[in-house]
């Protein structure tokens, strides 16, 4: 006797579920990275759109970008454990990975830290 046919309903995947190919989600997280690093030096707003006290020269502080650059890594992160969860086990991960993840968006942070701090402006 045949085993009977399952419905066409089953072999569809979901559509309202977000599927990421494991390649995809890694340079979605960098890209995030790179965009968050450097969003505390492109603007003079907290995350983009909350009012920060200025200093005297009418700018936010360096102390104020270098809080949001701690908060952006720990969101960066939160994100990335997500995807990671998502996708199947969480791997532990010791010091080591967390020193190497904090100098790495200190280096996507540099391009707007050049803008904000190195760039000579035309008076």
Do not use: D
């Amino acid at each position: 006797m045949r085993a009977p046919l399952q419905s066409s309903r089953r072999l569809r995947p979901e559509r309202n579920r977000l599927v990421l190919n494991i390649s995809v989600a890694g340079w979605l997280i960098i890209a995030l990275a790179a965009f968050a690093a450097n969003l505390p030096f492109i603007n003079e707003r907290l995350f983009g759109f909350l009012p920060v006290p200025k200093n005297k020269e009418g700018r936010k502080s360096v102390w104020w970008r270098l809080l949001e650059l701690l908060v952006l890594y720990f969101i960066v992160g939160a994100f990335a454990y997500l995807l990671e969860s998502r996708a199947g086990n969480v791997f532990t991960q010791r010091w080591e990975f967390y020193a190497v993840t904090v100098f790495a968006f200190l280096v996507l942070a540099y391009p707007g830290y050049v803008f904000r701090y190195l760039r000579k402006r035309r008076l």
